[in-house]
């Protein structure tokens, strides 16, 4: 199992930029992926982006070009540099990480992003 700790999050407003942190308990070399999902409020939880322990990197088709995830090995800590923030981009965002295909996944507790239009 591995703790994840997000932070960042925080009002915007339309336009605006935010970048989320997931801080992990353990070696993300040690992790095969690790993720952003987001839950607005009423709505299922959705994939946002990945990116997996060789590099690999995918992206909701809603985020394209506006998100970028990236990763500090020596800090144990992905990020989700947020840009041209809309209003349909507020949510609840969460970290994940799946350790193993064997194992179940991680979730951090959350960190609100709210945009104001």
């Known amino acids: 199992q591995v703790q994840l700790v997000e932070s960042g999050g925080g009002l915007v407003q339309a336009g605006g930029s935010l970048r989320l942190s997931c801080a992990a308990s353990?070696?993300?070399?040690?992790?095969?992926?690790m993720g952003w999902y987001r839950q607005a409020s009423g709505k299922q939880r959705e994939f946002v982006a990945r990116?997996?322990?060789?590099?690999?990197?995918n992206y909701a088709d809603s985020v394209k070009g506006r998100f970028t995830i990236s990763r500090d090995n020596a800090k144990n800590t992905i990020y989700l540099q947020m840009n041209s923030l809309k209003s349909e981009d507020t949510a609840v965002y969460y970290c994940?990480?799946?350790?193993?295909?064997?194992?179940?996944?991680?979730w951090g507790q959350g960190t609100q992003v709210t945009v104001s239009s």
């Open positions: 353990r070696s993300i070399f040690s992790i095969d992926v």
């Open positions: 994940n990480a799946v350790i193993s295909v064997v194992a179940p996944s991680s």
């Open positions: 990116i997996t322990r060789g590099g690999s990197i």
